[in-house]
């Protein structure tokens, strides 16, 4: 298993310089490599904790947050997250899930790419129960399938035109933190996860070092539209892979 911790590595270098944790690069990779399903989850939250956290601090130290916008999100998010980690679901239902959520992700990740353009926006006041039951549902949906959210909810602010881009990276980055923490309780609370996530540990160095290093360095090795052409590009070939797998 030499290979798929190098490209965890070049996955949390990219991620890490446009502020998110690369879940579903993650959960892309890892299907490809045929890992157990079950572990699937656990391996791209710990990722995405490893890989966000860096960068939550320093957007929050430079002042680029907005907690007011944040915190309905997380309302809704912890909790479902939480209770996501804890459900236990059959191969078949979470390839199908997979496949749901890799599918939009890949759609999302195109959206997204002109989300740092750095236009100055008119923002719009979002709707305090809108912003809870968006953040219930990605909570939920990360919790059962190991992603941060924040490939979701960063378009989702985007288009609502809730705040600065800045702002809106710097939200998106917190979301994915607290809620792959939350999400990451609910699985430990499962029988023998902690003791098999351990087996794993080179893809978690190698995500802390690629994410500080990108991190560190702030590489810009690709712009923002390739890389979201590129990542997009490797999940929605896993998608598709996924579908004539489960429905031919």
């Known amino acids: 298993m030499i290979i798929l911790?190098?490209?965890?590595?070049?996955?949390?270098?990219?991620?890490s310089s446009v502020g998110f944790g690369g879940g579903s690069t993650y959960l892309a990779l890892l299907l490809i490599w045929d890992i157990p399903y079950y572990i699937f989850p656990v391996i791209a939250l710990f990722c995405n904790i490893i890989v966000v956290t860096g960068n939550s601090i320093n957007y929050v130290r430079a002042g680029n947050h907005n907690f007011?916008?944040?915190?309905?999100?997380l309302i809704g998010s912890i909790p479902l997250s939480f209770?996501?980690?804890?459900?236990?679901?059959?191969k078949e239902t979470f390839e199908i899930l997979l496949f749901l959520v890799l599918s939009i992700a890949g759609i999302f990740l195109l959206?997204?790419?002109?989300?740092?353009?750095?236009?100055?926006?008119?923002?719009?006041?979002?709707?305090?129960?809108?912003?809870?039951?968006?953040?219930?549902?990605?909570?939920l949906i990360s919790g059962i399938i190991g992603?941060?959210?924040?490939?979701?909810?960063?378009?989702?602010?985007?288009?609502?035109?809730?705040?600065?881009?800045?702002?809106?990276?710097?939200?998106?980055?917190?979301?994915?933190?607290?809620?792959?923490?939350?999400?990451?309780?609910?699985?430990?609370?499962?029988?023998n996860v902690l003791?098999?996530?351990?087996?794993?540990w080179p893809?978690?160095?190698?995500?802390?070092?690629?994410g500080l290093f990108g991190n560190y360095l702030n590489l810009k090795v690709f712009s923002n539209r390739v890389l979201a052409i590129?990542?997009?590009?490797?999940?929605?070939?896993?998608?598709?892979?996924?579908?004539?797998?489960i429905f031919i």
């Not at 607290?178 to 609370?189: Q, T, V, Y």
């Not at 893809?203 to 690629?210: N, Q, S, T």
């Open 5 to 15: 911790p190098i490209l965890f590595f070049i996955t949390a270098i990219l991620y």
């Open 203 to 210: 893809l978690f160095l190698a995500v802390l070092i690629g």
């Open 195 to 200: 003791n098999e996530i351990f087996l794993y």
């Open 68 to 73: 007011k916008l944040l915190l309905p999100f």
């Open 111 to 139: 959206i997204n790419n002109k989300s740092y353009e750095g236009k100055n926006l008119v923002t719009k006041k979002l709707n305090l129960f809108i912003s809870i039951f968006i953040g219930s549902i990605l909570g």
């Open 83 to 90: 209770f996501g980690g804890t459900l236990i679901i059959n």
């Open 230 to 245: 590129i990542t997009s590009t490797l999940v929605i070939f896993v998608a598709i892979r996924m579908g004539f797998r």
């Open 147 to 191: 992603i941060g959210g924040g490939i979701f909810l960063s378009p989702i602010l985007f288009i609502l035109k809730a705040d600065k881009p800045k702002v809106i990276i710097t939200t998106a980055s917190l979301f994915i933190l607290i809620n792959s923490i939350s999400g990451i309780l609910g699985h430990l609370s499962k029988e």
